[in-house]
């Protein structure tokens, strides 16, 4: 058996949903599902007046297999989660994880690290404790090749 990215909530392995649809039904549930390898007995039915952005909605969710774009590890897009995305955050309906959990949460990071800095690099005036900020934030993007020029690193070093 593959071993997949565990996710803190779902776990790392296929989550059986004790409900029965045949292949045509899951086929049909969505047009994406013809193409993944998705695990049949993971299937649960989904609220389609709950999505938005549907031309075709999903009428079933279902645990899908996929790889990540990042570190390239398979992990589980489970129904549990698509329904979350499409029913609770209302996310395109034909999104779908290209990241497992772990590569999410750090995209997120970055992102996060790199606002802080932005916002602290346009300020005319910064604290002592914001210049030093932005010099962490600097070296951190810098250590994770987001700042790829060390003349910009050095600097922000000398602020």
Same mark, same amino acid.
């Given at each position: 058996?593959? &071993?997949?990215?565990?996710? !803190? $909530?779902? =776990?790392? %392995?296929?989550?059986?949903? =004790? ?20 695990? !049949? ?5 989904? +609220?389609? *007046? ?19 774009? #990042?570190?390239? &590890? !398979? ?7 698509? /329904?979350?995305?499409? %029913? ?5 309906? #034909?999104?779908? +994880? ?12 970055? &992102? ?7 916002? @602290? ?8 404790? *914001?210049? /030093?900020? $932005? ?5 951190? $993007?810098?250590? @994770? ?7 910009? $690193? ?6």
């Amino acid at each position: 058996m593959t &071993k997949y990215v565990s996710h !803190p $909530l779902y =776990g790392s %392995e296929p989550i059986p949903s =004790g409900n029965s649809y045949t292949k045509q039904e899951i086929d049909n549930a969505h047009w994406r599902y013809k193409s993944v390898r998705c695990f !049949p007995e993971t299937a649960i039915p989904a +609220a389609t *007046e709950k999505q938005s952005y549907s031309v075709y909605p999903r009428q079933l969710y279902i645990d899908i297999e996929e790889n990540c774009v #990042d570190c390239h &590890k !398979p992990f589980i897009f489970f129904a549990k989660e698509q /329904q979350y995305w499409f %029913e609770q955050l209302k996310f395109w309906i #034909d999104a779908h +994880a290209i990241k497992c959990f772990d590569c999410r949460k750090k995209s997120r990071a970055i &992102k996060q690290l790199q606002i802080r800095y932005a916002n @602290l690099i346009i300020k005319e005036y910064r604290t002592p404790e *914001e210049t /030093q900020l $932005l010099k962490s934030s600097a070296q951190q $993007l810098f250590d @994770l090749g987001v700042i790829n020029k060390v003349n910009k $690193l050095n600097a922000i070093r000398k602020m």
